[in-house]
């Protein structure tokens, strides 16, 4: 088997957690009825967070397979949001450090912006699937249609203006319902968490969140970071996460056999 076999890890099946909904909801019923309602209640509090909790952990396995590591000495850099009016910074910055990253983009900012979608290509890194809108206060919540739309547009709008569609796929701010594994297996996606994260898609001070990512960098590590946020701090967080890098003797590759 290939690395790159390995690392696609498309849902095989994506209804997988409906018998265990099912199953238990009717150890609830069954404890009610044996045991009064304080059991009851107890069961149904707690099945309710089982399948909740999951939707919030952003490599969880439940509702679908997750890459959260990558074989290898490398690290894998990937950059959520743009594309976005920083991206021709960010791609000198890659190149002046010599490192290759993986552009998670948001399609409707794609369509707006489709030349720099083709100049992340032909500087050799990868684009991939963020979501259509980046519904970031509900996501968690879409239910099977919207979900759908969601993945389904960004998929296309990437295929129609990078040629081909891309095979990874993130979910915003890392949250996977029951509903993602559906149409990631639709479109042959494959989900993508992190295992290096510094928190600078929000108000941040940089050199925190370069500390928080530092800790974690290590051979196999996928860095979350990102472009474009409000807060203007991107460009000095991605710089300053490559010379730790750099520092580390670490090299910044795409996944092996992967655009």
């Known amino acids: 088997m290939t690395v790159t076999q390995t690392l696609h890890r498309i849902p095989v099946r994506p209804w997988r957690w409906v018998p265990w909904l099912i199953a238990s909801q009717l150890l609830v019923v069954l404890a009610w009825w044996q045991f009064g309602w304080a059991w009851g209640l107890v069961l149904l509090l707690a099945s309710h967070a089982l399948f909740v909790v999951p939707v919030f952990l952003p ?43 993986t552009f998670f983009m948001v399609g409707e900012r794609a369509a707006a912006r489709p030349e720099r979608v083709r100049e992340v290509l032909q500087r050799g890194h990868g684009v991939a699937n963020h979501s259509q809108s980046h519904p970031q206060a ?10 759908a739309r969601e993945i389904a547009a960004c998929q296309q709008v990437l295929a129609d203006i990078a040629g081909k569609p891309p095979s990874w796929y993130r979910s915003v701010v890392g949250m996977t319902n029951p509903f993602v594994a559906a149409a990631l297996k639709r479109h042959g996606l494959t989900r993508v968490g992190w295992s290096a994260r510094g928190f600078d898609g929000v108000g941040c001070e940089p050199q925190e969140v370069v500390q928080r990512i ?6 196999g590590a996928i ?3 990102h472009e474009g946020a409000a807060h ?28």
């Open 232 to 259: 203007g701090h991107n460009l000095a967080i991605i710089e300053a996460v490559l010379q730790q890098l750099q520092a580390k003797g670490l090299q910044a590759r795409l996944p092996q056999g992967t655009a």
């Open 59 to 101: 490599n969880s396995r439940f509702y679908a397979p997750v890459l959260s590591r990558v074989p290898g000495p490398a690290v894998w850099l990937t950059i959520d949001d743009g594309p976005s009016d920083e991206t021709p910074a960010v791609l000198d910055l890659l190149d002046k450090y010599g490192a290759k990253a």
């Open 214 to 219: 530092a800790r974690d960098l290590a051979p």
């Open 138 to 147: 509900r996501f968690w919540s879409l239910g099977p249609g919207e979900m």
């Open 223 to 225: 860095v979350l970071l």
